[in-house]
């Protein structure tokens, strides 16, 4: 029996078709999506119709789920059509929003109290509280609002009734409107952030449950936020960190408890089999890498060559990351920064080495956010497509000061959906044990001054927001 796994991340629309005994994967495919952080949803469906044909279609599965890029905002009127492009979690419009919200509601304790999350522009509700604001006719015609998972698994439906939305606990809990320590929806916060107007939102759907089916008779499981359907994929446990490096970077740990953060940058959010996943998320993942390589004019093997043959902290350079303005920490009109440059230090090896360096520096940070929170990190898991990256891999260890694990290469997010639709045939057990990935541990000897001279760096960048 086969199921499907769809991650319809920031770049592209990702199918495995999975064997359900042993998760093995049978067929895949992918297509690409338009940059950019306002994208329209008919282009991820289009996109998401030619990953399924890449994969061979969805005729032959039991059960299908999605996971997604998580916090963008699609609006739907009465009729179910869309009622304009959705705004992306990297989308930094809705900053001043954010801070609006915050002083509404009485400052960022009361929403870590309410919600476990202090708005930030990524969050679902400070856009639409950038729509009411910006674009009232809109927010009057949005008559339900959802995220990018919710929409397409209601689409693969065929309904247009927007009762038939549905949505799950892990990517509720980043809409800013939905608490993951209390399990429900807190709706005066969405009235809050569209001045008073009302959508309605998906209903929540248990994480082994289906929401509906395909016309085909496939049921269509929960569906989860990338983050959270990653984190099943991996099987992740208290204890476990994991890194993503995708578009965004996300540093996140599974945990039997919600985090507290009144600084705001451990987000309380779910995971998708029933307890917590705090979450600190960058704007800046692995396009950084692929910004430094064009402006040396490299592929990827050679930035990494480049980088493992300059020595630890660059002669000097730190590169701080905050190319599409930063998340976390929050300073969403701030730049990246090239620090320390001396007539001796640049050169290319060292440009590749602090951008490498300064990448992974801007993670460990968000790591030892996690950690503050009394969050226990026994071991790093990195995944996303910036793991290929042999410098990454290799340099990692020594910035985080402990074992790095990286799985094989593979779509964890569109496997852990996968998991999530296989679980939906058999909800009453737990999620199938399927064999875990090949992966290889990598151990380096700390490098302490490299993070130091990077958060020197990066304080003089923070003062510029
Ligand atoms: N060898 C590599 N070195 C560095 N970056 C890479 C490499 N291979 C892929 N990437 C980067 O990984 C990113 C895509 O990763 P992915 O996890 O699929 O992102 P997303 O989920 O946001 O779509 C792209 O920015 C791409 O440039
Ligand atoms: O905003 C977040 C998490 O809070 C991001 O993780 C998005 O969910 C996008 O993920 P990628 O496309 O980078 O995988």
């Not at 009144?262 to 779910?270: K, M, N, P, R």
């Not at 001279?453 to 510029?464: K, M, P």
Request: glycine share 10%; charged share 20%.
């Amino acid at each position: 029996m086969l199921v499907a796994g769809i991650d319809s991340s920031t770049q592209s629309s990702k199918v495995v078709v999975c064997d359900v005994a042993d998760g093995r994967v049978v067929r895949s495919g992918s297509a690409p999506h338009p940059t950019g952080t306002e994208v329209h949803p008919d282009q991820w469906w289009q996109a998401l119709g030619s990953a399924i044909e890449a994969a061979g279609g969805l005729d032959d599965v039991a059960a299908v789920s999605v996971g997604a890029q998580q916090h963008g905002m699609v609006c739907l009127d009465e009729s179910g059509e869309v009622v304009r492009e959705a705004l992306l979690w990297n989308d930094t419009r809705s900053g001043p929003a954010a801070d609006e919200l915050i002083a509404d509601l009485g400052g960022p304790q009361q929403w870590v109290d309410e919600v476990g999350v202090v708005p930030v522009a990524s969050i679902t509700a400070t856009k639409l509280r950038w729509l009411a604001d910006n674009e009232p006719a809109n927010a009057d015609r949005t008559a339900a609002v959802c995220l990018p998972h919710d929409w397409l698994s209601w689409k693969l439906t065929g309904s247009t009734d927007l009762a038939d939305l549905w949505t799950d606990r892990s990517d509720a809990s980043g809409t800013g409107y939905f608490s993951a320590a209390a399990d429900e929806y807190q709706p005066r916060l969405l009235e809050l952030a569209m001045r008073g107007r009302a959508p309605m939102a998906p209903r929540i759907v248990g994480p082994a449950q289906n929401g509906g089916a395909m016309r085909s008779g496939a049921g269509i499981g929960a569906g989860a936020g990338d983050n959270a359907a990653a984190a099943l994929a991996l099987g992740a446990v208290p204890g476990d960190c994991i890194v993503s490096l995708g578009t965004s970077g996300v540093v996140s740990a599974v945990s039997d408890s919600a985090p507290t953060d009144y600084a705001g940058l451990v987000a309380g959010f779910a995971d998708a089999t029933g307890r917590q996943l705090p979450l600190v998320c960058t704007l800046n993942g692995a396009p950084v890498l692929a910004a430094v390589a064009k402006m040396l004019d490299v592929d990827f093997d050679t930035l990494s060559d480049l980088a493992l043959s300059a020595p630890a902290g660059a002669d000097g350079l730190s590169l701080v990351p905050y190319f599409e303005g930063e998340r976390s920490p929050n300073l969403p009109r701030t730049r990246g920064a090239l620090h320390g440059m001396t007539g001796r230090n640049l050169n290319s090896a060292n440009i590749a080495r602090a951008g490498v360096e300064g990448l992974l520096c801007s993670l460990q940070y968000c790591a030892d956010r996690i950690r503050d929170q009394g969050i226990e990190i026994n071991r790093i898991i990195l995944v996303g497509g910036g793991a290929r990256s042999a410098a990454i891999r290799e340099l990692a260890p020594a910035i985080f000061a402990r074992p790095v694990v990286v799985p094989e290469p593979g779509e964890y997010v569109a496997l852990g959906a996968a998991r999530q639709a296989a679980w939906s045939l058999d909800p009453t057990s737990e999620a199938p044990r399927w064999s875990a990935a090949d992966e290889r541990v990598y151990e380096a000897d700390p490098t302490p001054h490299v993070v130091e001279q990077y958060h020197e760096a990066s304080g003089l960048t923070v003062g510029r927001n």
